[in-house]
Every structure is written in structure tokens, then in C-alpha cells.
């Protein structure tokens, strides 16, 4: 078991909306200042997705390389574009997030039912953005919806080989109606199923909504990493909206020392994931 956890902060995602969540960050100035918060709080990575002026999800590419330019500035930040987008977005959209050269970039490990939607993620589709991702030195952080996804990750190595910098990387995102229940009996199970992947795997896991602590208390005992943020959860316990991402970096840090396994440097993680210099 690593001795450190490595937290990403999601701190928007493209699901919630600005007039329901007010505390969201949308803009370029809220999303550095965010960044900043969670890094000094335990964060090592940051999962991004972009809104346009009126708040809703874009993937403009200028916006994402303004974006990718500031947090480097601003933050010593692991970045990560997501290259999910939202659900209506169309692959040629999502696979030129990687134009904005991030350091690294999110890719979902096959179809799932989402909510009353469907995310979509064709093996093809999969394929070129793995493969697009090794020839630009971008790390993947391969999104597990449920569980036949790794047996697809599985499949995706070994014909198409290990991504840039030969560490694999897995996120659970777990409890999406549609997906894999939020539970720790999901961690588990998802844990074991790692057996077939390379060894020296990591993972980390998200739980969405009420599933949020569940899940970072499992994986956490499970030997797992953290994602945390306001992209899962926009309710810190009951009756209590979220007021910041760093409110739930600070929670999820403070969870990380009590289990002995103390927030991981940005320095480490680089090294860990095997991002480009
Ligand atoms: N917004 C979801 C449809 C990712 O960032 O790669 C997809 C998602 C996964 O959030
Ligand atoms: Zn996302």
C-alpha cells in the first residue's frame, strides 16, 4: 500500500448548472483561484472542464489553452483535461482537447447509462484517444464507469500497448444512476479486478452525490486515492451545500492523515504517473 494519497480536485464537471450551484467555479479567475485553495490543502492533480460566458459546458479549444497555460502559472497543479465533456459533445470535439497539451487527460473505458442520458464511448473512439494521448506524452487517467470497463482496459493494453510513461492510472467514478453503485463492496470488488492490469496499477475513486463518503472511506482503506470536488458533490452532509472544493480537498486531506497516509506531493505524483517534465 503507498504510504501517500493522491487527491484530484473535479472542481466543475459539465453537469451541474451555475444558478443551482452558485458556489461553482465557471470562470477563468474562479477556476485558478479554486486550483489554488485545493493545492494548498492536499490537492495534486485537477480535473478540468470548462464553461463559456453563460456558464454552460464548452470544450473551445482557445479557452482550454488559456486554461491549461493559467493553472501552470498559477499553480503547481497536475493538469488534467477531461476529455469527456459533457454528454451531447461529439468525439472530434472531445478528442481535440488534447491540441491544449495538458498534462494529462481523462478517457472513459466504454458506454454507460447516465441518469436519463447516455454517455458514449465507442472501442474506436477509445482507441485514437489512447493512442493520440501516447504519441503527445499525455498520461491517461482511465475513467471507470462500472465494471466491465476494466476487462475493456484490459483488452485496450494488451493490443494497443501501455500509455505515455508506462504507468497505468484508473479512476472509479462510482454511483452515476446507470453505473456502479457507490459502495464499498464496489471499491472491493473494482480493487481485485485490477489483478489482470499491469502490476504497479493505481487507482483512485469518486463517489457521486451520497455515495461521496462511502466511497472515499473505502478507498482509502483499500489502499486507494481520492477524488474529491464539486464535479460529484454539491452537498457536504445533509441540509449543508458544498461552500468550496477546497472545503472537500480539506475533508478528504484530513481523512488522509487520519488513515496514516498523509496527502502526496505534486512532486510525487509527477513521478508516480510519469508525466513529462
Ligand atoms: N461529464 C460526463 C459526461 C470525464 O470527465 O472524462 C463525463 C465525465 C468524464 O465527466
Ligand atoms: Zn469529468
Known sequence: MTTTTLI????????????????????????????????AVGASIIHVHLRDDAARPTLDLGRLRDTVAALRAETGLIVQLSSGGAVTDPEDDRIRVLDAAPDMASCTMGTVNFGDDVFLNRWEFIVALHEEMRER??????????????????RLLDKHGLPFGGH?????????????????????????ALR??????TFSATGIGRSTLPV??????????????????VTYAK?????????LVARAAGFARLAQ?????????RALLGIRA
Open 8 to 39: 484530484t480536485v473535479a472542481p466543475t464537471g459539465a453537469e451541474s448548472s451555475k444558478t443551482d450551484v452558485p458556489a461553482l467555479p465557471v470562470t477563468l479567475d474562479e477556476l485558478v483561484a479554486t486550483a489554488k485553495e485545493c493545492e
Open 137 to 154: 506524452a499525455i498520461v491517461p487517467e482511465y475513467e471507470i464507469f462500472d465494471l466491465g470497463h476494466l476487462t475493456s482496459l484490459q
Open 168 to 192: 497505468v492510472h484508473v479512476d472509479f467514478v462510482l454511483g452515476v444512476p446507470g453505473g456502479a453503485p457507490g459502495t464499498a463492496e464496489t471499491v472491493v470488488a473494482f480493487k481485485h
Open 196 to 201: 489482470d492490469l499491469p502490476d504497479g496499477t
Open 216 to 233: 472515499l472511506l473505502a478507498s482509502l482503506s483499500a489502499g486507494g486515492h481520492l477524488r474529491v470536488g464539486m464535479e460529484d458533490t
Open 239 to 247: 441540509g449543508q451545500p458544498v461552500e468550496s472544493n477546497a472545503q
Open 261 to 269: 497516509r498523509p496527502p502526496m506531493a505534486v512532486t510525487e505524483a
